[in-house]
């Protein structure tokens, strides 16, 4: 089992930046991939970001690379989304999410996801 858990949504204006986490717990790490993806409501959740534990990432190339940045920590077993140049359509619930091994876009490939946080981007 691993257990996710996000930090650092809130309010900022287009432009603007901000910097989401998640805490992983549980069973060890090694070999896990951490996603964000995101929910805007009305729509279905999005890969936003990915990154195994080497540190090889994937981004969701068209709506937020070379805006958002992936890292992750894994002597403090947090994975972090830097998120500059914020755009309204933005906006969304971001969920950290886990599986083994290898980055997937898709959202039912990951077994384990936090309960969220709230991003608010205000033009």
């Known amino acids: 089992q691993v257990q996710l858990e996000e930090s650092g949504g809130g309010l900022v204006q287009a432009g603007g930046s901000l910097r989401v986490s998640c805490a992983a717990s549980?069973?060890?790490?090694?070999?896990?991939?951490l996603g964000w993806f995101r929910q805007a409501p009305g729509k279905e959740r999005e890969f936003v970001a990915g990154i195994t534990w080497s540190g090889e990432n994937l981004y969701n190339s068209n709506s937020v690379k070379g805006r958002f940045t992936i890292s992750r920590d894994n002597a403090k077993n947090t994975v972090y989304l830097q998120m500059d140049t914020l755009k309204p359509e933005d906006t969304a619930v971001y969920y950290c999410?886990?599986?083994?091994?290898?980055?997937?876009?898709?959202?039912?490939?990951?077994?384990?996801w936090g309960q969220g946080t709230q991003v608010t981007v205000s033009s």
């Open positions: 549980g069973r060890t790490l090694r070999n896990t991939v």
């Open positions: 999410a886990a599986r083994l091994y290898s980055i997937s876009t898709m959202v039912g490939a990951y077994n384990y």
